[in-house]
C-alpha cells in the first residue's frame, strides 16, 4: 500500500502541475490530475522488458502489476471523491472556481444585451465566430482551452476563460440578457449543465447546440434547447440530398423527405414529427 499510496501522490502532483504550467485552470489541473493517477497497462511491459534485461528482480514484476491493479480498482472512487472535494473548495475559495474575474480582466465585459453566447471555439465554434464577426452579430465566446482563448483574443473576440457549464461564467457573459447560445464544443455532461443553468437564469434564452449522439439531442431538446445538430447525421443527410437530386427530378421532393428523416432521427420533445405532405 505504501508503493501505490506513493505512485497516486507522485502522479497526481506530475500530473497537476504540468496541466498548470500549460495555463489550464485550478480545478481543471486538480481533476485531471486525480483521473490520471492510475498505473497503466503499459506498465506491464516495461516492467517485464526490464526483468527480461536483468535490470530489475522478478518481484519488481510482481509489485507493478498488484500496483495497476489496485490503482485501476480504486480510480473511479478517487475521482468521485475528487470532484466532490473540488465542488466544495470552489464553494470556499475562488482558486478553484471554474471563473474568477479578477484573474481574467481581457474576458470582459462584452456585450449588453441581445447577444449571441457561444461556448467552444474549436473548429466549429470558430467557423461560427468567424461568420458572426462578418456580419457584425455580437457575441461573446466562453472557451476552455487556454492556448485557445489567447489565440481568439488575438483576433480580436471576446473570450471569457472558464467553464460554460459553471453558473459564474453564464454571469460573466451576460445569460440573462442574451438572445442566442450556442454549444459547439460537444460535451454531453457539460452542455446539459450549460442548458439547465442558463434556462433558469434567462427562461426566453434560444439554444442551439452539437451532439454527438440522438440520445444527447433528444436529453436536450426536453430540457428546453430550440435545435440540436448531430454532425454525423447532417453529413448522412446531405451525401443523402446530393444522391437523390441525381435520380429524382424534383428538388423540392427531395428537400422535404431529407427534413422528414431529420425530425424522424432527432425527435422534438420525445415526439416524432412528421410533415403535412
Do not use: C
Not at 506513493?6 to 497526481?12: D, G, L, Q, T, Y
Not at 471555439?121 to 489567447?150: I, M
Not at 442558463?198 to 427562461?203: H, I, K, S, T, V
Amino acid at each position: 500500500m505504501v508503493v501505490v499510496s506513493v505512485v497516486i501522490f507522485a502522479k497526481f502532483l506530475i500530473v497537476s502541475g504540468i496541466m498548470r504550467a500549460f495555463g489550464y485552470l485550478l480545478p481543471t489541473s486538480v481533476l485531471a490530475g486525480v483521473g490520471l493517477v492510475q498505473v497503466g497497462e503499459f506498465s506491464f511491459i516495461l516492467a517485464g522488458s526490464a526483468v527480461a534485461l536483468g535490470i530489475v528482480e522478478d518481484e519488481f514484476l510482481s509489485l507493478t502489476v498488484v500496483s495497476a491493479v489496485l490503482t485501476m480498482a480504486i480510480t473511479p472512487w478517487i475521482m468521485g471523491g475528487g470532484t466532490r472535494v473540488v465542488g466544495m473548495l470552489s464553494a470556499r475559495f475562488s482558486a478553484f472556481r471554474l471563473y474568477h474575474p479578477d484573474d481574467d480582466p481581457e474576458g470582459g465585459p462584452g456585450p449588453e444585451q441581445g447577444h449571441v453566447v457561444l461556448a467552444g471555439l474549436g473548429r466549429v465554434g470558430s467557423l461560427v465566430a468567424e461568420v458572426l464577426t462578418q456580419h457584425q452579430v455580437p457575441f461573446v465566446s466562453v472557451e476552455l482551452d487556454a492556448r485557445s482563448v489567447a489565440k481568439h483574443r488575438g483576433l480580436g473576440y471576446t473570450v471569457v476563460y472558464g467553464d460554460i457549464a459553471d453558473e459564474h461564467v453564464l454571469e460573466a457573459v451576460r445569460i440573462q440578457s442574451a438572445r442566442l447560445m450556442i454549444i459547439s464544443s460537444g460535451d454531453a455532461n457539460s452542455a446539459q449543465l450549460a442548458v439547465h443553468h442558463a434556462l433558469r437564469m434567462n427562461p426566453a434564452l434560444d439554444v442551439v447546440a452539437r451532439v454527438h449522439w440522438r440520445e444527447e439531442g433528444e436529453r436536450l431538446l426536453q430540457m428546453g434547447a430550440r435545435e440540436v445538430v448531430w454532425p454525423e447525421l447532417e453529413a448522412g443527410l446531405e451525401i443523402l440530398r446530393h444522391s437523390l437530386r441525381r435520380y429524382l427530378q424534383s428538388h423540392d421532393e427531395v428537400d422535404v423527405l431529407v427534413d422528414y428523416l431529420r425530425t424522424k432521427v432527432v425527435r422534438v420533445s420525445g415526439e416524432e414529427v412528421i410533415p403535412d405532405s
